[in-house]
């Protein structure tokens, strides 16, 4: 009696010992489905929203003076010098023109498109910002007016013509941008990460001038060094980018595209130079392409390098661009761009 | 020992029972791997396509290439001076271009009033798995004499 009894209480042990063995291999099965499944739809997203930046950036290549909002699945983007990050996810570029803070947080990208010409347009910006960056803007001049229209009205901007009592509210970036006095550190802003408060103090007009980079170092400022612009588009583009390594990186970047874009300028005045004089209209369209191959060149060799000096070859070699320009359509010759 | 039968087939069922759910299971994951696989396809396809339409879109686009008169734009035109210059420039450049162009193979045919051919950038893979071919109709540009010529943008792109 005993033994049978026994020998049943072992077959029904065994029978739960056996279900328990499968339901688990059953469950683990699943579980590790499941958790396969979740890590693959996360890398979905990431990559998704690589290919949606990565779509920006060809629409930027082709549009020109545009503004976009775009809609992406919430994430933190992170962009330094020719890399975009998302998570872990990256991107590496050879020579990517992306002006933008070095942190993006959120499920919407503003972006704008400027043209950089010096004269001729070289190549476009792209200006890549999150409307939860505060921005605020501080100066009466006409520049920092300019500034102010130049900015999309999407973004979280505030324009102040004198120094504003500035209140935290709460943006997880801060960036300031002082036209003519730099202003005392914020105390409402002291509580904020280092990282996350930073400004940029402009000296100069609309075609060129200094940008001095600041950051918050305690309850201060702390200044980070000083770079150039020339143009309303790479001034425009100091606003966005937080930090002077990126912003020097991008320039180098644009200027890289300029010494290319001159290089074919320079061979088509000189094709054009050689013209089979007859008139002489064509003899003074030689003189204009002569003179302007002389400033051609003069960009051609300051666009090697992204500099203060070079900028201000760039910017006198422009204006007589411009000129040459005028005068050629003036006295009906081919145009020089 | 008939017992031990009754027990024995007990398990002997259940251990069918799971054996044909494991063999449902596993249809199901292969037919749903299947599906995915071909959805994958599918992306990688339009993947492609859209790469193509990209590439295409930045020639048009390129300053290198591209007509203009006082510094605007004028769209689907291509300068034939500047054309010259840029097919050394971008084969020296190769690499820098690769960034914009990627595996592709662009040619600009000149098909009226004369016929001529312009290879700017060719860079291609052996073992490639997709080819789109796209085709532009585009008005040449020549600065010198002032004339405009018509002609085509083909722009061939490969994908693995």
């Known amino acids: 009696m005993s033994l049978r009894m026994n020998k049943k209480a072992f077959e029904i042990q065994f029978n739960w010992i056996f279900v328990l063995v499968a339901g688990a291999a059953i469950i683990l099965l699943f579980t590790s489905i499941v958790i396969k499944q979740k890590n693959i739809a996360e890398t979905s997203t990431k990559s998704t929203v690589l290919k949606s930046v990565d779509a920006i950036i060809t629409g930027a290549s082709v549009s020109t003076d545009t503004t976009n909002i775009i809609t992406i699945p919430n994430s933190n983007i992170e962009v330094s010098c020719n890399r975009i990050s998302i998570s872990g996810i990256s991107r590496q570029y050879e020579h990517l023109i992306l002006y933008a803070p ?7 990208l503003i972006t704008q498109t400027l043209t950089f ?10 200006l890549v910002t999150s409307p939860q960056l505060r921005y605020i803007i501080v100066g009466s001049n006409n520049l920092a007016k300019e500034i102010n229209k130049s900015m999309p009205a999407e973004l979280k901007k505030e324009f102040y013509q004198n120094t504003p009592q500035i209140r935290n509210s709460n943006n997880y970036k801060v960036r300031l941008v002082l036209i003519e006095d730099m202003i005392d550190f914020p105390e409402s802003l002291e509580k904020m990460p280092d990282n996350d ?4 103090k402009i000296n100069g007009d609309k075609e060129k001038g200094a940008i001095e980079f600041w950051q918050k170092n305690g309850n201060s400022w702390q200044h980070k060094g000083t770079s150039s612009y020339i143009g309303k588009p790479s001034l425009i ?3 966005y980018t937080d930090n002077i390594e990126s912003y020097e990186c991008n320039m180098q970047n644009t200027f890289t595209r300029l010494n290319l874009v001159t290089r074919i300028f320079v061979e088509r005045t000189k094709k054009l130079m050689e013209k089979e004089l007859v008139s002489i209209k064509e003899i003074r369209c030689k003189e204009l392409y002569t003179n302007a191959l002389f400033y051609f060149n003069k960009i051609l060799t300051a666009s090697l390098n992204f500099n203060d000096e070079n ?5 006198d070699s422009a204006k007589s661009l411009a000129s040459n320009n005028k005068d050629a359509q003036l006295n009906s010759c081919t145009l020089l761009y | 020992m008939k017992k031990q039968k009754k027990s024995q087939i007990q398990i002997g069922e259940t251990i069918a029972v799971l054996f044909v759910f494991f063999i449902l299971v596993t249809i199901g994951f292969i037919f749903y791997a299947k599906v995915i696989k071909g959805n994958i396809e599918l ?13 295409a879109q930045r020639v048009m686009f390129m300053p290198e290439v591209q007509c203009s008169e006082d510094n605007v734009i004028i769209d689907n035109c291509i300068d034939i001076l500047k054309l010259e210059a840029a097919k050394s420039l ?3 450049k190769e690499l820098y271009y690769y960034d914009l162009l990627e595996f592709s193979d662009i040619k600009i045919l000149q098909i009226y009033p004369e016929e001529a051919e312009w290879e700017i950038y060719s ?20 600065p010198a004499t002032r004339k405009h010529s018509f002609g085509v943008l083909a722009i061939e792109t490969l994908s693995r």
Not at chain 1, 117 to 126: G, H, I, K
Request: proline share 3%.
């Open chain 1, 102 to 108: 070095s942190l993006m947080k959120g499920d919407k």
């Open chain 1, 117 to 126: 010409s010096v004269p001729y347009r070289a190549t476009n910006l792209l």
């Open chain 1, 197 to 200: 408060v930073s400004a940029i």
């Open chain 1, 237 to 239: 583009a100091a606003v």
């Open chain 1, 311 to 315: 900028v201000n070859k760039i910017s």
């Open chain 2, 43 to 55: 992306e990688k396809d339009e993947l492609s396509q859209l790469r193509s339409v990209g590439v």
């Open chain 2, 90 to 92: 971008i084969s020296e």
């Open chain 2, 123 to 142: 860079r291609k893979i052996d073992n490639f798995r997709n080819k789109f071919l796209t085709n532009v109709p585009i008005s040449l540009y020549n």
